[in-house]
T-cell receptor, first 118, second 112 residues
Framework: GAVVSQHPSRVICKSGTSVKIECRSL??????MFWYRQFPKKSLMLMAT?????????EQGVEKDKFLINHASLTLSTLTVTSAHPEDSSFYIC??????????????FGPGTRLTVL | SQKIEQNSEALNIQEGKTATLTCNYT??????LQWYRQDPGRGPVFLLL?????KEKRKERLKVTFDTTLKQSLFHITASQPADSATYLC???????????FGKGTRLSVIA
């Protein structure tokens, strides 16, 4: 199956710094990628939908100026957590669908990035 | 707003038995209902998808049913094995290129 990679897998940073997380579709093109956040023992919560070449669509309650999303190519989307604070500590996961197969509804997920803000 | 309930947070089952997980939703039925497996510290992995006009779908030891009248999907793992221990997530998708909406998941433990 298709593979989605995320980098880094784990990051620890000081409060007030910015952290960039990369999401790549390795063997397929993705017009749309999704960013989720998951707290311990909680469901995946959609943060934003990232569209190649256009602005991301953010879910209600997600600050677009704090979580900057850039989808510059069909295989790469980045999420930047700006001025991170301890409450931003979470597991961030991206996912994508294969643009070439519109009938395939499966979403491919990255392995996730564990962010810890001290 | 749409609610998805996976009514067991955790389920323990003896090896070899059939595990049955439940997913209920409110409001209108999705175009697709999907099941994913998530291991600790990892992203979800797709298992099965069922369309709203389908009643049942099978894949090896897995079976999914979809009842739009009851607004419920059942996920079965037959001949369960310790390696099946994981969290299983139910996800709904509505028409259009919309993102999935996930339930909280059921943590399955298969005991040898």
């Amino acid at each position: 199956g298709a593979v989605v990679s995320q980098h880094p897998s784990r990051v620890i940073c000081k409060s007030g710094t910015s952290v960039k997380i990369e999401c790549r579709s390795l063997d397929f093109q993705a017009t749309t990628m999704f960013w989720y956040r998951q707290f311990p023992k909680k469901s995946l919560m959609l943060m934003a939908t990232s569209n190649e070449g256009s602005k991301a669509t953010y879910e209600q309650g997600v600050e677009k100026d704090k979580f900057l999303i850039n989808h510059a190519s069909l295989t790469l989307s980045t999420l930047t957590v700006t001025s991170a604070h301890p409450e931003d500590s979470s597991f961030y996961i991206c996912s994508a669908r294969d643009s070439a197969t519109s009938g395939n509804r499966e979403q491919f997920f990255g392995p996730g990035t564990r962010l810890t803000v001290l | 707003s749409q609610k998805i309930e996976q009514n067991s947070e955790a389920l323990n089952i003896q090896e070899g038995k059939t595990a049955t997980l439940t997913c209920n939703y409110t409001n209108y039925s999705p175009a697709y209902l999907q099941w994913y497996r998530q291991d600790p510290g990892r992203g979800p992995v797709f298992l099965l998808l069922i369309r709203e006009n389908e009643k049942e779908k099978r894949k090896e030891r897995l079976k999914v049913t979809f009842d739009t009248t009851l607004k419920q999907s059942l996920f079965h793992i037959t001949a369960s094995q310790p390696a099946d221990s994981a969290t299983y997530l139910c996800a709904l998708e509505y028409p259009g290129n919309t993102p999935l909406v996930f339930g909280k998941g059921t943590r399955l433990s298969v005991i040898a």
